[in-house]
C-alpha cells in the first residue's frame, strides 16, 4: 500500500515515527509534569507512570508488524496504559468538585490520551471507520498525543505557574479553554464535513496555543531556572508559532479556495515542529526545571505575584 508520507526507517513512516516518539518520549515526561492536586488521582497517576513503559513496548511492536488485527491487539497494551491515566483525570474532578481550568485542563489532557491511544489501537488495526482514509485515521491519532495530550499539559503547566498573578493567571487558563475547546472540534470538521467546525477547530485551537507561547515566552521562561529549561521553553514558544498558522490556513483551504500546503508536505513542517521543537522541547523544558506539578504554588509563584 502505497503512503503520502515520506518512508523514514525501514517501513515506517514520518508520521508512524512522529506517533511512535509519543508513548515512548512525550507521553512520560507529561505524566511526570501533570499537575493532578487530589490524593487519590495522584495515585492513579503513579499507577500510570509505573505500568507505561509496558504500554509504549505494545506500542512498539505493534509498528513493526504489519498493520492488521494482531497489531492492533497488541496496540490495546498502550490504550489501557493510558486509559489509567485518563482515570486519574476524572478522579481530579470528582476529588476536587471543581471545573475551573486549573482542574479541568490536567484532567482534560488525560482524558484525551486515551482518545489519541484509541485512534493509535485503530489504525494499527487497519480500520477505517466513517470510510476514512488510513492516513487520516493515523493523523487523527498524532492529533491527539500531540495537541490533546501534550500541548493541554503545558497548558496545564503554564496556569499553575501563573495562578498567583490575576491577570497572567486568566490569560492562561483563557489559553489552556481554548486548547481543550479546539483539540476535539478540528477532527469533528473533518468527520462530519461541517465547514464551520473545519475552521473554527483550528481558529480555536490555534488561539490557545498561540497564548500560550506568547505566556511561555514572555512570563514563564525568563522565571524558570536553570538557563537550559529557559531557552528550552524559548524554543517551544518560538517553535509552534508557524504550525499553528500553517494549520489554520489548511483548515481554511478545505472550505474556501485559498493556497495551501499538500497533506505531505503539512507532515513533514507541521508535524515535525509540533513534535520536535513545541512539544518535546517544552515538556523536557519543564522537566529540567525541576519544578513540582502542583506546582509553584509556593515561593516562585508569589516571587512573580509581587513583580
Known amino acids: ?62 509498528f513493526l508488524l504489519p498493520t492488521g488485527w494482531t497489531a492492533g491487539t497488541i496496540a490495546l497494551g498502550w490504550l489501557l496504559t493510558c486509559a489509567v491515566a485518563s482515570f486519574a483525570g476524572l478522579l481530579e474532578l470528582i476529588e476536587r468538585r471543581s471545573l475551573t481550568p486549573a482542574h479541568l485542563v490536567p484532567a482534560a489532557a488525560s482524558a484525551y490520551l486515551s482518545v489519541g491511544a484509541a485512534w493509535l489501537v485503530v489504525s494499527r488495526a487497519g480500520l477505517r471507520p466513517l470510510g476514512f482514509a488510513s492516513e487520516i485515521v ?14 493541554t499539559v503545558m497548558a496545564a503547566l503554564a496556569i499553575a505557574f501563573l495562578r498567583q498573578h490575576r491577570r497572567a493567571g486568566r490569560w492562561a487558563s483563557a489559553a489552556g479553554l481554548l486548547i481543550v475547546l479546539g483539540v476535539p472540534i478540528t477532527p469533528a470538521g473533518i468527520a462530519t464535513s461541517s465547514g464551520l467546525l473545519t475552521i473554527v477547530g483550528p481558529i480555536l485551537l490555534a488561539a490557545g496555543v498561540l497564548t500560550l507561547a506568547a505566556l511561555t515566552a514572555l512570563l514563564i521562561a525568563p522565571r524558570i531556572d536553570p538557563q537550559i529549561a529557559r531557552w528550552l521553553l524559548w524554543v517551544s514558544a518560538a517553535g509552534v508559532v508557524l504550525p499553528m498558522f500553517l494549520g489554520v490556513d489548511y483548515a481554511i483551504a478545505r472550505v474556501f479556495p ?47 505575584a509581587t513583580r
Not at 525501514?10 to 512520560?28: C, E, F, M, Q, Y
Not at 493515523?138 to 500541548?151: D, I, K, N, Q, R
Open 258 to 304: 485559498i493556497p495551501a500546503l499538500d497533506l505531505r508536505t503539512m507532515a513533514v513542517i507541521h508535524g515535525d515542529l509540533n513534535a520536535v521543537a513545541f512539544s518535546l522541547a517544552g515538556l523536557v523544558g519543564w522537566s529540567v526545571a525541576r519544578l513540582d506539578p502542583v506546582l509553584v504554588t509556593s515561593q516562585e509563584s508569589r516571587r512573580y
Open 1 to 62: 500500500m502505497t503512503t503520502p508520507f515520506p518512508v523514514l526507517l525501514g517501513k515506517l513512516t514520518l508520521v508512524d515515527l512522529l506517533l511512535l516518539l509519543s508513548p515512548l518520549v512525550i507521553v512520560p515526561l507529561g505524566l511526570r509534569l501533570l499537575p493532578l492536586t487530589g490524593e487519590r488521582s495522584r495515585q492513579v497517576l503513579a499507577l500510570a507512570r509505573l505500568v507505561q513503559p509496558i504500554g509504549a513496548a505494545a506500542a512498539l511492536t505493534s
Open 138 to 151: 493515523e493523523l487523527t491519532g498524532v492529533h491527539f498525543h500531540y495537541a490533546g495530550f501534550a500541548a
